[in-house]
């Protein structure tokens, strides 16, 4: 088992993340409004985020010969958690001084902090279960450059032909691989995970308190993105069926 100290990953991963942000901000999307510059700047770094992490977990998976939900965690796998975590600090920081004027900040910020419970437990606390973590989180971030395409396209407004256009272009994509990752693989992969930590698989590695901690999060986290995905559906066809409606009239 690796000592579980400090590392320096973490500080690290997060100045890049403010770098990334502050880039966005002040100079990638300065000419955009006061109210999306913000907004932008956060998918951003979700998009830096994203896509680096479903590289970054899955080979720190697949490198992993001994891999499984009680596994010891490898060195690579806690840079991975350090990596992750250090987005949500840095995006917790522009929820905090960038409020958004539609509100349900709260709710992003309660599942940063809730995130950040369980990633920084498994890395520092128990230094066990990051191969679950990590699965998860490949599933969880394999939508994250379609999803933050769609959102830049919406921010951007429709006084943009080619941000509408884009919008149009990836929302059913954007919906449908969602609802793949979100409403199958993970609760799948949920439902495996509890299995095992029910069954006493990892008592001995992993405090009985940690891992129900961590089964509470991540399924409130998923039933939250279960319900949010719906919504939208119901919106699209409700929109589609409107214009359609019109037509026929």
């Known amino acids: 088992m690796e000592p579980i100290t400090y590392s320096k990953d973490l500080p690290l991963f997060f100045s890049i993340f403010i770098f990334a942000y502050l880039l966005g901000y002040l100079f990638i999307f300065n000419k955009w409004t006061p109210e999306t510059r913000p907004l932008a700047s956060s998918c951003l770094i979700s998009l830096l985020h994203g896509v680096s992490a479903v590289v970054l977990a899955t080979n720190a998976l697949l490198s992993d010969p001994n891999r499984g939900f009680s596994s010891v965690n490898t060195r690579s796998q806690n840079s991975v958690l350090d990596f992750s975590s250090a987005y949500f600090l840095a995006d917790l920081v ?43 989180l490949v599933v969880a971030e394999a939508t994250s450059a379609c999803q933050n395409t769609w ?17 149009r272009f990836v929302t059913v994509p954007f919906y449908a ?20 930590y029910v069954s006493g698989g990892a ?6 308190w940690v891992w129900v901690s961590w089964t509470v999060v991540i399924v409130a986290a998923v039933t939250v993105s279960i319900l949010w995905i719906w919504n939208l559906w119901v919106l699209f066809f409700q929109e589609r069926y409107s214009k359609f409606t019109k037509k026929v009239k």
Request: charge should be positive; include cysteine.
């Open 94 to 136: 522009h929820l905090a001084v960038f409020p958004s004027p539609a509100g349900g900040d709260s709710l992003f910020a309660a599942h940063h902090a809730a995130v950040l419970f369980v990633f920084l437990t498994c890395r520092y606390m128990v230094a066990h279960g990051a191969c679950a973590l990590l699965a998860l």
């Open 151 to 167: 959102t830049l396209a919406d921010a951007r407004g429709k006084d943009a032909p080619l941000a509408v256009s884009l919008h």
């Open 177 to 196: 691989s969602y609802s793949v990752c979100r409403c199958v693989i993970a609760p799948l992969l949920i439902v495996k995970m509890t299995w095992f």
């Open 203 to 208: 008592d001995d590695v992993i405090p009985r």
